[in-house]
């Protein structure tokens, strides 16, 4: 484990579903993250929380909606997602400014049928 | 655009041969500098940083990068490859203006053969 724990590991859904992401970190950082894994594509960063604040949507589709109620969770709500949505899903997590490096978590592989 | 490149998609090479994977970034100003590393079915690994001082900077299993103001480069290197190495390598900027959230290439995917 790194010290963000994301969950589920999988999840496949169908395109008419609302699912949720959950990530959790304990390791005292102040800023959070959402990136999209695809394959043959660089890592899409989709959104930072910094200090429970949205700092940053990275011109993502509504349908994808984050939630952070406090320092140590972030989720990512899922509704109506397409086909093209199905990809890894990485939460991360660092102090404020990164000075102190980023501790990504494992992913949630996500197949939206 | 601001953007991060990586030049070698995939690179395969045979055991004991050395590694140079190609970086380039074009963001202005201060920018912290990073590798990291993804195993098959693993999670991402931080395998160095570069932040200031000391533009050559040593990262952990023996790679090292060198951080090139002027070409704007932060090129990752190891003098001899084991299997073992087999992963993609991903190298990643940190600016001020995305709520200093990482922004990464695409990726260099290397296959080392016994």
């Known amino acids: 484990e790194t010290g963000v724990t994301q969950t589920p590991r999988h999840l496949v859904m169908g395109m008419t579903n609302k699912k949720s992401l959950k990530c959790e970190q304990h390791l005292g950082h102040n800023a959070m993250y959402w990136y999209k894994q695809s394959a043959k594509k660089p890592l899409e960063l989709m959104f930072v929380?910094?200090?429970?604040?949205?700092?940053e949507n990275n011109s993502v589709p509504s349908r994808f909606s984050p939630e952070c109620p406090n320092s140590s969770h972030l989720f990512l709500h899922l509704h109506t997602l397409q086909p093209e949505d199905s990809a890894l899903y990485l939460c991360?997590?660092?102090?404020?400014?990164?000075?102190?490096?980023?501790?990504f978590g494992s992913g949630t592989r996500l197949t939206v049928v | 655009a601001q953007s991060v490149s990586q030049h070698n998609h995939h690179v395969i090479l045979s055991e004991a041969a050395s590694l140079e994977l190609g970086c380039n970034y074009s963001y202005g100003g201060t920018v912290n500098l990073f590798w990291y590393v993804q195993y098959p079915g693993q999670h991402l690994q931080l395998l160095l940083k570069y932040f200031s001082g000391d533009p050559l900077v040593k990262g952990i299993k023996g790679f090292e990068a060198e951080f090139i103001k002027s070409k704007f480069s932060f090129n990752l290197r190891k003098p001899s490859v084991q299997w073992s190495d087999t992963a993609e390598y991903f190298c990643?900027?940190?600016?001020?203006?995305?709520?200093?959230?990482?922004?990464f290439g695409k990726g260099t995917s290397l296959l080392v053969t016994p």
């Open positions: 929380y910094s200090l429970e604040e949205r700092v």
């Open positions: 990643a900027v940190n600016v001020w203006n995305s709520g200093y959230a990482l922004n």
């Open positions: 991360a997590s660092s102090q404020s400014g990164g000075d102190y490096g980023y501790t």
